[in-house]
């Protein structure tokens, strides 16, 4: 059975850094698209950023170059680098894979088949 599980959330102020992981079990392909998205109640799940073949690399406007999607393939793990942290970051995190190495539409959270539990990522001001 596939099984994403994340790492890396936690308490930052403003202008500071997280890395987020999020270890890879069982997924029956070599090569396949992955993404990591947030959510706070009360508004949808939203797209941070993805990555297919490994090296693809899109991201939502918003994000401004704060952000990094990288995959090791060796360790099966994603990563999320984030940097200057705004408390409007405050969320729940999810990395998210797809059955697919190709995703014209990256932004949806439908296009994804397997879900971590997420990571709480809290910025204060």
């Known amino acids: 059975q596939v099984q994403l599980v994340e790492s890396g959330g936690g308490s930052v102020q403003a202008g500071g850094s997280l890395r987020l992981s999020c270890a890879v079990h069982?997924?029956?392909?070599?090569?396949?698209?992955m993404g990591w998205f947030r959510q706070v109640p009360g508004k949808e799940r939203e797209v941070v950023a993805s990555?297919?073949?490994?090296?693809?690399?899109r991201y939502p406007e918003w994000v401004q170059g704060r952000f990094t999607i990288a995959k090791d393939n060796a360790k099966n793990t994603l990563y999320l680098q984030m940097n200057s942290l705004k408390p409007e970051d405050t969320g729940m995190y999810y990395c998210?894979?797809?059955?697919?190495?190709?995703?014209?539409?990256?932004?949806?959270?439908?296009?994804?088949?397997?879900w971590g539990q997420g990571t709480q990522v809290t910025v204060s001001s």
């Open positions: 990555i297919c073949n490994g090296d693809h690399t």
């Open positions: 069982r997924f029956p392909y070599s090569t396949y698209c």
């Open positions: 998210a894979a797809a059955l697919t190495s190709f995703l014209v539409d990256w932004s949806p959270p439908d296009n994804y088949n397997y």
